[in-house]
């Protein structure tokens, strides 16, 4: 049973670019949450994805998008890109309705932005 | 605002001690209490996670301590081995919306 995987494992991008992440949740898992975690610091809720909405949202601006795809994988976007915005970007999924609110976590992505 | 507030940032013991880690709440509605394992340039791991119906959970050599009327809780770890070095992070949880702590970087000295 595979985990959470996300790709690309690292990016560069520079100022001003547009940049797409990818995840794909455990097997039986339909929400998927992205994380922001700079160095050093505890990860960050961007957004929740559940039936291909947009449930919830963290305090970050509308240059953060996101999809969720019927297969419940999902996708990251972020436009304009800032050098602030260099972080580990993860992914974690879990069950709605479920037994518990466990939310497992992918390798994330490591993107640095010059 | 900071949700949770985790305790210490940094902690170094020797192999075989028991290092504590505490966070502090504020949110009464949290229903989910979780701590994470992460080692450099990897996801966070789910260690253990524990709900205030019950004061203290056991898995292996990790343990919770949970204090609802302090809104605190806590991680212990017993027999701390050298590949216990990662960083922890507590977190809480309302729904399926995780709160999480800034972290504290543990070394476990042979």
């Known amino acids: 049973d595979a985990g959470v995987t996300q790709s690309p494992t690292h990016l560069i991008k520079t100022r001003g670019q547009q940049v797409t992440l990818r995840c794909s949740p455990k097997?039986?898992?339909?929400?998927v949450s992205w994380y922001q975690q700079a160095l050093g610091q505890g990860p960050q809720f961007i957004f929740q994805?559940?039936?291909?909405?947009?449930?919830q949202r963290g305090n970050f601006p509308d240059r953060f998008s996101g999809h969720q795809f019927p297969n419940y994988s999902s996708e990251l976007n972020v436009n304009a890109l800032l050098l602030g915005d260099s972080a580990l970007y993860l992914c974690?999924?879990?069950?709605?309705?479920?037994?518990?609110?466990?939310?497992?976590f992918g390798p994330g992505t490591r993107l640095t932005v010059l | 605002q900071q949700q949770v507030k985790q305790s210490p940032q940094s902690l170094i013991v020797q192999k075989g001690g028991i290092p504590i880690i505490n966070c502090a709440y504020e949110?009464?509605?949290?229903?989910?209490f979780p701590w994470y394992q992460q080692f450099p340039g990897k996801g966070p791991a789910l260690l253990i996670a524990?709900?205030?119906?019950?004061s203290e959970k056991k898995e292996g050599r990790f343990t919770i301590s949970f204090n609802k009327s302090a809104k605190q809780f806590s991680l212990h770890i017993m027999d701390s081995q050298p590949g216990d070095s990662a960083t922890y992070f507590c977190?809480?949880?309302?729904?399926?919306?995780?709160?999480f702590g800034t972290g504290t970087s543990l070394t476990v000295i042979p």
């Open positions: 994805y559940y039936e291909e909405e947009e449930r």
């Open positions: 524990i709900r205030p119906d019950v």
């Open positions: 977190a809480a949880s309302t729904g399926n919306q995780f709160y």
């Open positions: 949110n009464t509605a949290f229903d989910y």
């Open positions: 097997s039986g898992h339909d929400t």
């Open positions: 974690a999924s879990s069950i709605t309705w479920g037994v518990t609110d466990t939310q497992y």
